[in-house]
């Protein structure tokens, strides 16, 4: 009986309100939806998912417009369907399945329901400038021949995200409001509530409390009529309150009421934000169109993830998925490492602001003894959250926080940032350099787990992965402490990366395999897993392993190289499972950590093929984004696969800015330094934008004859400089211009991903070896089969020939020839080796 009296009260409570105040809920006449050139449009596939991300608000669903809402960090409702009643046309309309088209803008995404009566679109988008307990929204526009009933159902939640307590079942309760009204979503108690509005509806199934407990969807009912209605804008408004105050029914129909009014203006400035980004933000222009898509959809994707933590600051969360019966939606929360590693992406496009949020956001959290945070749930700072084994869990962010602060300083030029954090990085350093239980100088897993958090032979004692990334740290704490003028501690840091990459190459090399293991146990024992591990040893510079020729041969094989991306272990390792997290699995991770080493050492066709297999990935799943793990021997993402993944992302922007087009920003020296690495078929590219510390500039690049010839222009900012290590590279004018020296013949390979489900097929390059008068490729793919490459010949007037494949001339226009490889019969992957001879 309190219960139902207090629900009275506020009823009426809310009431006085509406009374004061003027129109109350209303359509909206009109809001400016654009075109853009990154739109994505394709028929809906059921089962395949969306995700609306903004930094308060968060919409997870499938493309038949089936979706959970989150005005974060609480899961407002789930379930949401849609179903309707054409007058005259006398049968139930399920909407979501005749949802036919999806369509996802940077600003928004849209699905279309079509039905032969009418057409509904689901306008969805999550507004970073929302006001604090809002943040998702939903806009209906409906055409129709004949008045339309539809009625709209969720599940109702109101559940903070994980680890947060969850305080009862939620209990929706409509309170009425002029000619319609909304909904208020109660728990047990009165701390935690949420709504739910939409101009004309009005509540379906109410049970009377005399009704035995059962389930019923919360329900809007809306009717809409053609001659009055038009092309109308019906919002569904969400709001959370998580206070005494802010919970109540007053305060979340105030809310509601708000956000009605100023929609079109936060539509406006949201989708302004997304349209100033391509013209502020590193782009770039190259004959792949494609491509150029894909990467302006990667730095969008990394932008959709800032999130508001109230009262916790600001961060980027590892990525989003549906969060089904759990509160947990995909990795929706603050990840140390994930954040470090796409920092490099952050400030390859000139986010330097998002880079020095996220280092501030892990310097604050920072342990006591030095070391760095590992994750951190948008609902931290409502619980014991440091109680819990998570916050420090992982060792991996101590070393990449060192790194990652020496990329942003040198490319942003902040070296102010640097010195205020001081303490945060000399406590960092002293936490890495004094946990080494073993005594070999190289900084363990003793403090937390590297890479893997579960192995079946048992958890490693030092991964080479861990041990690359103290040997990259150690040389990034040389440079910091050189700009913090300490030279004796820069010399020392320096000493230290010398000696640790000498240690690795003592535990780790296997000389009778050609390859380094996966972990050194301590007293001669090895784990000789084979893995991609060791590619992470070119991540941050060009000093990596020392005998990786034989490995890097391996990794571009089929062993490694599935047609959408890396294995963690080769496929003919007895460790190997393709459907576990870290035994066999393909992450777009790695695959970008791949290419970026295989750029950097010259394998440049097995760089391009794994770059383009993560830029690939943008269309194949979540439109826009890409996911987090795929199946190691299918072309299918794990069903719990998060679809909308940071570093996924991260990984087409880095291997394009950094292998590609081998750009390494020095705001210090107020240069770029180049080692581009062009497509064959590619006659010219430009990067926009870039930055270089405060400096603004463009990158052109352009082939004449047997050179590429790079040229940048300052548009902002004092002039930038061009400079390069490449042998034979000439700089000119000033360092306004590079001319790079081109092979007499390059070839270009094909890219693609296969048909869902599909297994590795492609063809394979795992290995190309320049001569002054040959270009050998050592090829490989099934047997029988036939391969087609693309031959370009760079100097004027070249006689050209083919052993192991057969040149057709190209045409005028092109220059390029085909080069046909026919593969020889057999079973599975066979060799083939292919010499052009000039």
């Not at 789930?78 to 999806?102: K, M, Q, W």
């Not at 920072?366 to 409502?382: C, F, N, P, V, W």
């Amino acid at each position: 009986m309190k219960r139902a009296v207090w629900a009275v009260c506020a009823v009426l409570a809310v009431c006085s309100v509406a009374l004061g105040q003027v129109g109350g809920f209303h359509t909206i006449d009109s809001l400016p939806l654009k075109n853009s050139d990154l739109a994505l449009r394709q028929h809906v596939e059921a089962g395949k998912p969306f995700t609306v991300a903004g930094a308060r608000g968060v919409m997870v669903g499938e493309q038949q417009g089936t979706f959970e809402a989150w005005v974060l960090p609480v899961k407002l409702f789930s379930d949401f369907r849609i179903t309707a009643h054409l007058e005259g046309y006398d049968v139930p309309i399920d909407l979501n399945r005749d949802a036919a088209e999806i369509e996802v803008y940077p600003d928004r995404t849209v699905i279309t329901y079509a039905h032969i009566g009418f057409r509904v679109r689901q306008i969805m988008f999550a507004p970073n400038g929302a006001a604090k307990g809002t943040g998702a929204v939903v806009l209906f526009q409906i055409n129709s021949i004949k008045p339309l009933d539809l009625t709209f159902s969720m599940r109702p939640a109101v559940q903070p995200m994980w680890p947060d307590k969850q305080e009862g079942r939620p209990v929706p309760e409509w309170v009425k409001e002029g000619a319609s009204g909304y909904y208020v979503i109660h728990l047990d108690y009165p701390n935690l509530a949420g709504a739910v509005a939409m101009p004309g509806a009005e509540p379906g199934i109410l049970a009377p409390y005399q009704e035995k407990p059962t389930y019923y969807p919360m329900q809007l009912k809306l009717h809409y009529d053609p001659q009055k209605d038009g092309a109308k804008y019906f919002p569904l408004l969400m709001a959370v309150g998580m206070t005494d105050k802010t919970a109540t029914d007053a305060a979340l129909y105030e809310k509601l009421l708000q956000l009605n009014d100023e929609l079109p203006q936060i539509y406006k400035a949201h989708a302004a934000i997304y349209a100033q980004m391509r013209q502020k933000m590193t782009m770039i222009e190259t004959p792949d169109q494609e491509l150029n898509r894909d990467y302006a959809w990667a730095v969008t994707a990394v932008e959709q993830l800032k999130a508001k933590l109230d009262p916790s600051g600001e961060c980027v969360v590892a990525g989003y998925y549906s969060s089904g019966d759990s509160a947990r939606p995909g990795f929706g929360w603050c990840f140390g490492r994930d954040a470090l590693y796409t920092i490099y992406a952050m400030d390859g496009y000139g986010d330097f602001q998002l880079s020095r949020t996220e280092l501030k956001f892990l310097i604050e959290r920072q342990r006591a003894d030095g070391k760095i945070m590992h994750e951190y749930s948008q609902t931290a700072a409502l619980t014991d959250w440091k109680s819990l084994p998570y916050m420090y869990a992982e060792a991996d962010g101590t070393p990449l926080f060192l790194m990652a602060m020496r990329n942003y300083v040198r490319s942003s030029g902040d070296v102010a940032f640097l010195k205020e954090n001081r303490e945060a990085v000399e406590k960092a350093w002293q936490f890495e350099t004094t946990h080494d239980t073993d005594g070999d100088g190289i900084y363990d897993n003793s403090q937390g787990t590297g890479w893997v958090e579960s192995w079946p032979p048992g958890m490693p004692h030092q991964e080479i992965y861990l041990a690359e990334l103290d040997r990259q740290a150690s040389s990034a704490m040389a440079d910091l402490d050189k700009l913090l003028g300490d030279e004796t501690a820069s010399h020392a840091a320096a000493a230290r990366a010398t000696a640790v990459r000498k240690t690795i190459e003592e535990e780790y090399y296997l000389p009778a395999k050609h390859r380094y293991a996966f972990s050194w146990n301590g007293n001669g024992k090895r784990d000789e897993t084979s893995t991609m591990f060791p590619a992470l040893a070119w991540w941050d510079g060009n000093q990596g392993l020392e005998h990786a020729d034989a490995s890097f041969r391996l990794w571009a094989s089929h062993e490694f190289s599935t047609d959408w991306g890396v294995r963690e272990v080769a496929a003919n390792d007895p460790m190997y499972n393709p459907i576990s997290y870290h035994q066999g699995s393909v992450w777009p991770l790695f695959t970008g950590w791949m290419s970026v080493a295989e750029y950097r050492t010259g394998h440049v066709l097995a760089g391009y093929a794994s770059l383009m297999q993560n830029a690939d990935l943008t269309t194949a799943q979540d439109l826009g984004a890409v996911t987090e793990l795929l199946s190691g021997d299918y072309f299918v993402p794990f069903g719990r696969s998060t679809t909308h993944q940071l570093w996924s992302s991260a990984m087409v922007i880095t291997p394009v800015l950094t292998g590609m087009f081998g750009i390494e920003a020095d705001a210090l020296t107020q240069t770029i330094a180049l080692d581009p690495h062009l497509p064959a078929d590619w006659n010219e590219a430009d990067v926009k934008h870039v930055h270089v510390g405060d400096s603004v500039c463009s990158l052109h690049f352009e082939r004449r004859g047997q050179s590429l010839i790079a040229r940048v222009t300052t548009s902002a900012g004092k002039p930038v400089r061009l400079a390069s290590d490449v042998k034979g590279a000439r700089v000119m004018d000033k360092g306004a211009a590079i001319a790079f020296p081109l092979p007499a013949v390059e070839v270009a390979i094909a890219h693609g991903l296969p048909l869902p489900g599909a297994r590795t097929t492609q063809m394979k390059v795992l290995a190309e070896t320049f001569a002054p008068h040959s270009l050998t490729l050592d090829l490989e793919a099934e047997a029988g089969t036939v391969a087609t490459l693309k031959a370009r010949r760079n100097a004027a007037k070249l006689k050209l020939t083919a052993e192991g494949g057969t040149l057709t001339a190209g045409d005028a226009e092109s220059g390029l020839d085909a080069l046909r490889v026919e593969f020889p019969a057999g079973n599975g992957y066979v060799q083939k080796t292919v010499t052009l001879r000039w």
